[in-house]
């Protein structure tokens, strides 16, 4: 509770000189968006993963770094569960099920590349300015972590609609995850343990479910190009 | 023991289902095993109204008036559901070889993957914590997802892809709702303390109101999302059209009232925190553009799977608007609309699903004359139908009517009145199609006959309860929802 408090007002006086804690998790938020970013310019599908294991890495730092901060002993098997299920096992499964696409590695966007990348500076940008808004006047956010969180919710969201192979969408999920995720740990310090691990097991099973549902599409339709999944109207 | 007992059954049956070597297990275990869980919903529902609530487990496990009712709205359902699987399933797979190979695999799936749904839903009402109910609504959709699909059709897959994509969008910002519910509640429960709705009901007037309303608007669109409400429905009609009929019953009878209740546990902490007018502007605004959109799209629809899904739409709408209107009575009306919507629907999914097996089409244009081919079935629409419409005598009429009078008595007087128009409209869309399925001449070379006892017996059940609820309501039930009120804050 001491430790707690004691970050509240590091946070809270984040004006007065930086501190070490402040700084480092400023430098990891902005690597955190640039791994967003780097997601959305990906042409392929294995650019994505790639972009996707770092941002899960960082999360991870995150976690680690608030839990040192805060003396939370929670927050390091946060730390430790987010590098193994999503920089290895959903990484991995996302992957088979890739390779077992044979034809259709690319990302398939409805919206090039440059101007998906000026849409999501965009957003972030709207992230930055709204966050300030969302957050009751008096209460101890640091606004930077949380506008950060925002901007990859909305990114996510971005991804998930503007590309049309599914397992892009399904990545375009998970950043929304990953987003709410670093939220969580930025604004609360994280949730209970149990919750924390239920929600990456359901992540996990998530991914599973879906990367099978793929498959099934592919193997029926042969494509994973959801813009060929249009039958069901109103 | 009681409640962890009645979670343990459907997992206990979904481990057998796993390993049975035959059809006949499978069945029997589902439905011994939904049942038990009936049953045992029952006695919980006895202490519950003895006691206040049960906790169990350390705590992890809670129940109050408001579950217990969702429990057992839940557990009648999955229990119809379990007796109208047998004979659906083996009519629907007739010509296929069930003892071995492909056909046995698919049973299996099925059977295992209904009880891992039943258990998923069961879970949501009866965890204490917030993050648990998360965690189980999403489990819902992963349980049911491959359900949706079975029958593995290009519409089928695209269905399930449309509703895991949806669904979890909306679940990630109830996660956010939830992670912000959290953190209301840090300056008065200090940093770390468990998220349970025992521990946050007690100081929910305390919570932070800005964040609050930011996790409550959240919380509605997310788990709304999941309940059906417009416009985050999209994912619904398909999904419920897709879904073999046993299944579709479940999504909509007790699915939708598992996310809604997530709404509600949440609408009883935001009401002390934020006081009526935001949460009641939010709900009734969502209540009743899902009316809007159902009464719309309720006209242009071609196939009646889907006719039954905008119907469950519009429901979710009333039931919304019931909470908004709040007071003892709205929310009285709201809980028993929840029931008899649940009993209503699954009955016409099950009469659908007749159809379905007979014609072998799910357009309304290629369906006539049911009456005459399967003169149950074709009874039963005609209740259900006119049950589901509102009606008198039937359940939903009280259930509205009490919703409606609420609305006048609170002054809401255009919402009452704009709901009332709808519900009108609705009731004229659906008598219309209803009367062009049920009566006129049947296909030639259909032969007549229904096709099995258990599935009559589902329907039998059902409706001896739409009726029953119509005509009088049981004073241990309406105890019960009085106090699920109470829970709400609507207490006399």
């Known amino acids: 509770m001491d430790a707690f408090v004691s970050l509240t007002l590091i946070s809270a006086t984040a004006a007065a000189p930086p501190t070490l804690a402040v700084q480092l998790l400023q430098a990891l938020g902005a690597l955190l968006l640039l791994t967003t970013f780097a997601l959305v310019a990906a042409r392929l599908l294995s650019g994505a993963l790639q972009a996707y294991a770092l941002q899960s890495l960082i999360i991870a730092l995150v976690a680690a770094v608030v839990g040192y901060y805060t003396h939370s002993f929670d927050l390091y098997i946060v730390a430790v569960l987010t590098v193994v299920v999503k920089c290895g096992v959903i990484v991995w499964i996302l992957r088979s099920v890739t390779q077992r696409l044979h034809v259709q590695r690319e990302m398939r966007p409805y919206l090039g590349i440059p101007a998906s990348l000026l849409i999501c500076a965009l957003l972030t940008l709207l992230a930055f300015f709204t966050s300030p808004a969302v957050v009751a006047p008096g209460t101890f956010l640091n606004e930077p972590p949380l506008a950060i969180s925002i901007a990859m919710v909305l990114i996510g969201l971005f991804i998930l609609s503007s590309r049309r192979h599914a397992i892009a969408q399904i990545l375009g999920l998970l950043t929304i995850e990953n987003g709410l995720f670093s939220g969580a740990i930025a604004i609360a310090y994280g949730m209970p343990l149990i919750v924390e691990s239920g929600i990456l097991f359901d992540v996990l099973v998530a991914v599973m479910v879906m990367g099978l549902l793929v498959t099934l599409i592919q193997r029926e339709l042969i494509t994973a190009d959801t813009a060929d999944l249009r039958r069901l109207k109103g | ?492």
């Open chain 2, 1 to 492: 023991m009681l409640l962890t007992l009645l979670l343990l059954i459907p997992l206990l049956a979904c481990g057998i289902c796993l390993i049975a070597p035959a059809r006949r297990w499978m069945e029997l275990v589902t439905v011994v095993g939904t049942a038990l869980v009936l049953v045992l919903a029952g006695v919980a529902a006895h202490q519950v109204m003895l006691a206040g609530h049960i906790a169990e487990l350390s705590d992890w496990l809670y129940a109050d008036a408001l579950s217990i009712l969702t429990v057992l709205v839940i557990a009648f359902v999955g229990f119809t559901s379990a007796l109208y699987s047998l004979g659906y399933l083996r009519e629907d797979m007739r010509e296929q070889d069930v003892t071995r190979g492909e056909g046995l695999r698919d049973l299996r799936h099925y059977y295992v993957l209904f009880n891992l749904f039943l258990f998923s839903m069961l879970v949501v009402p009866v965890s204490n914590s917030l993050g648990v109910l998360w965690i189980a609504i999403e489990g819902t959709t992963l349980a049911s997802l491959f359900l949706v699909s079975f029958y593995r059709t290009g519409e089928a897959l695209e269905a399930a892809w449309k509703y895991v994509i949806v669904g979890s969008v909306g679940i990630a910002l109830a996660l956010f709702g939830t992670i912000l519910a959290y953190y209301s509640a840090v300056q008065v429960l200090g940093s770390t303390y468990d998220l349970n709705w025992s521990v946050l009901a007690p100081v929910a007037a305390r919570l932070n109101p800005g964040v609050m309303r930011l996790a409550f608007l959240f919380i509605v669109v997310g788990y709304g999302t999941k309940a059906g409400l417009a416009p985050m429905h999209t994912w619904l009609p398909d999904a419920h059209s897709e879904a073999p009929g046993p299944i579709s019953a479940l999504l909509s009878g007790v699915l939708l009232n598992c996310a809604l209740y997530g709404i509600l546990r949440f609408y009883a902490l935001a009401v002390p925190s934020l006081g009526h007018a935001y949460p009641t502007a939010l709900l009734l605004t969502f209540g009743l553009l899902s009316l809007l959109v159902a009464a719309l799209l309720i006209f242009r629809q071609r196939d009646y799977k889907r006719l039954l899904a905008y119907s469950s739409v519009e429901h979710m709408g009333i039931i919304s608007i019931g909470v908004a209107f709040g007071g003892p009575l709205g929310l009285y009306g709201a809980l028993l609309q929840v029931v008899n919507h649940a009993i209503t629907k699954s009955l016409m999914f099950f009469a659908s699903g007749q159809v379905l097996l007979k014609y072998e089409t799910k357009n309304i244009d290629r369906v006539s004359g049911v009456i005459r081919l399967l003169p149950v079935t074709g009874s039963l629409l005609i209740v259900g139908g006119l049950a589901l419409t509102g009606s008198p005598p039937f359940g939903i009429f009280i259930s509205e009517f009490s919703i409606l009078s609420a609305g006048f008595r609170q002054g809401y007087l255009l919402p009452a009145i704009v709901m009332l128009a709808l519900i009108a409209l609705i009731f004229i869309a659906f008598l219309f199609f209803l009367n062009r399925m049920v009566f006129g001449k049947p296909p030639e070379g259909v032969k007549p006959g229904e096709t099995s006892y258990t599935s009559l017996l589902a329907m039998g059940l059902s409706v001896l309860l739409v009726v029953g609820l119509g005509v009088f309501i049981p004073t241990p039930l309406s105890d019960l929802l009085h106090q699920a009120a109470a829970v709400l804050g609507g207490g006399q």
